[in-house]
């Protein structure tokens, strides 16, 4: 099955620089990447998603960018705020459940 | 985005009670819904999915008969935690997988804490 790697498990950065997180998939047959926000004690939220016939997509300060040859994707948060503290986790599938990271602690420090 | 609703969002129970939590899809029809269970500062572990009008699959070392899945509408799941212990104690959480307007995406719930006592 599906087993998805991501990187770092923590991370901070000074409020209004770049924050990167990424991860890799096992299965060459997923073709959904989405990435969800969840702050302590709610539920994951989605906020970007990206599919395998898509190389790179932008949201505001949100990109996600997804490299098939190397089963490779990354969450891009530029100039960041206190805001965007929270867990991230990424997911990969098929057509079959989501399967999720372990998740990444991202601090943002005023 | 679309709505998953998710009751209770918490509950305390004693050992040995049974507790429910629903899962509801507002405004779309979710023919497969998914169970979490997270614990504290982990990652989110599939239990099982649920199909509607049908059994649902469990994932390996999830028991089915503690953790009963019901799904008979395209709105609604239900999971029920029987004879609860208080290993059982963690954070569920559903998810409705949205396949309308021709892209697939999936909303969750907003999590039920379950303290057992």
């Known amino acids: 099955g599906e087993n998805v790697e991501q990187h770092p498990s923590t991370l901070s950065v000074q409020e209004g620089d770049s924050a990167v997180i990424k991860c890799t998939y096992s299965?060459?047959?997923?073709?959904?990447f989405p990435w969800y926000k969840q702050e302590l004690g709610k539920r994951p939220q989605l906020i970007i998603d990206i599919r395998s016939n898509v190389g790179e997509k932008k949201d505001q300060r949100i990109a996600v960018t997804l490299n098939k040859t190397a089963k490779h994707f990354s969450l891009h948060i530029t100039e960041t705020q206190p805001e965007d503290s929270a867990v991230y986790f990424c997911?990969?599938?098929?057509?079959?459940?989501?399967?999720f990271g372990k998740g990444t602690r991202l601090s943002v420090i005023a | 985005g679309a709505v998953v609703s998710q009751h209770p969002s918490r509950v305390i129970c004693k050992s040995g009670t049974s507790v429910k939590i629903e899962c509801r899809s507002l405004d779309f029809q979710a023919t497969t819904m998914f169970w979490y269970r997270q614990f504290p500062k982990q990652s989110l572990m599939l239990m099982a999915t649920s199909n509607e009008g049908s059994k649902a699959t469990y994932e390996q070392g999830v028991e089915k008969d503690k953790f009963l899945i019901n799904h008979a509408s395209l709105t609604l799941s239900t999971l029920t935690v029987t004879s609860a212990h208080p290993e059982d104690s963690s954070f569920y959480i559903c998810s409705a997988r949205d396949r309308s307007g021709g892209n697939e995406k999936l909303f969750f719930g907003s999590g039920t804490q379950l303290s057992v006592l």
């Open positions: 997911a990969a599938s098929s057509w079959t459940p989501l399967v």
């Open positions: 299965d060459s047959a997923s073709n959904y």
